[in-house]
């Protein structure tokens, strides 16, 4: 079932208030550490009275400080991680050319567009509805056709007029934690500490953008072209080609539409390689791609 426009606007403002209410979770933990580190040390050396002032203003200069900058700098930092660059006119006209003429249909400003070199095929969507950001892979630019290729990025205009593009990247900057630049096949920081705190966070992560939101996302994105087929052959054209991404993130995986992560490769063994395969089953929430072609191919 297609939603309505007063039911679109309803999941608009539920995601929009999950993602305020993430950051603003993230900055009382923050602000509370501050206030109990400036209550001990100056209630200790000066007064405790005094010690009660200062930690309930530098508290919360703490948690202003810790989550403005992430919440902001939130999509640059993930445009930086997945490695991706702007996507010029010259380069990819058809890309350009089909967002700019979905954009009035799926109702939200043309969002930036760039790419990453990978020859599988998928799609990130970030930002917010105001300035929201696609990410295609080079593959899928090339290996869908036209009529393809438009159901799938009105998918992604979709997740950003709903604002769940906007919770994804807020998710992935408060949630996602040590993990946001580790990934199956990208080592940046040591596996013996950021598994467990990483496997601890999973669980919020999928409560905020269940699996089914994929399949949602897929009926949705059909009312735009008005063309269910489009979308459905799309999806079967990227199951050929797949849609693992070298540069995909545990951190970073829910923001594209396909699984990123892919299987873990038969050659990790031992520790190492056994941390990962959990990490990646354990960050994996979507949909077996057959089970979204099956659902588009009953309209």
């Known amino acids: 079932m297609i939603a ?47 010690g009660a002032i200062a930690a309930v203003v530098l508290g919360a200069v703490g948690a202003v400080l810790w989550v403005e900058p992430r919440r902001k700098g939130a999509v640059e930092v993930l445009l930086s991680v997945s490695g991706a660059r702007p996507a010029s006119e010259v380069e990819f006209p058809r890309y350009a050319n089909l967002i700019e003429s979905l954009g009035s249909s799926a109702g939200v400003e043309e969002p930036l567009l760039y790419v990453i070199d990978d020859d ?23 290996s869908l056709g036209r009529v393809e290729l438009e159901g799938v990025l009105a998918e992604g205009l979709y997740r950003i007029r709903v604002n769940e593009a906007e919770l994804a990247t807020q998710a992935a900057v408060f949630l ?13 920081r040591s596996l013996s500490w950021t598994a467990g705190l990483a496997e601890r966070r999973v669980g919020r992560l999928h409560a905020l953008l269940p ?11 059909s009312g735009i072209t ?22 995909a993130t ?43 072609i099956d659902l588009l191919a009953e309209l």
């Open 176 to 188: 996602a934690g040590p993990v946001l630049r580790n990934g199956p096949q990208v080592d940046d």
């Open 4 to 50: 309505s426009s007063a039911e679109l606007a309803k999941l608009s403002d539920a995601n929009r208030s999950a993602a305020r209410r993430l950051a603003l979770q993230s900055g009382v933990i923050a602000g509370a550490v501050v206030a109990i580190l400036v209550l001990v040390i100056v209630g200790l050396l000066v007064s405790w009275v005094i």
């Open 226 to 247: 008005r063309f269910p087929p489009g979308l459905r052959d799309g999806l079967v054209r990227m199951e050929a080609v797949g849609t693992t991404v070298t540069n």
């Open 211 to 221: 699996e089914r939101g994929h399949m949602i996302a897929d009926l949705s994105a």
């Open 120 to 142: 599988h095929a998928n799609l990130m969507v970030l930002g917010s509805t105001s300035g929201g950001v696609l990410v295609a892979t080079t593959g899928l630019l090339s």
């Open 250 to 292: 545990w951190g970073t995986a829910h923001l594209w539409m396909c699984d990123p992560l892919g299987t873990p490769s038969t050659a990790d063994t031992g520790t190492g390689g056994s941390v990962k395969a959990r990490l990646s089953q354990s960050f994996a929430n979507h949909p077996p791609v057959q089970h979204r």
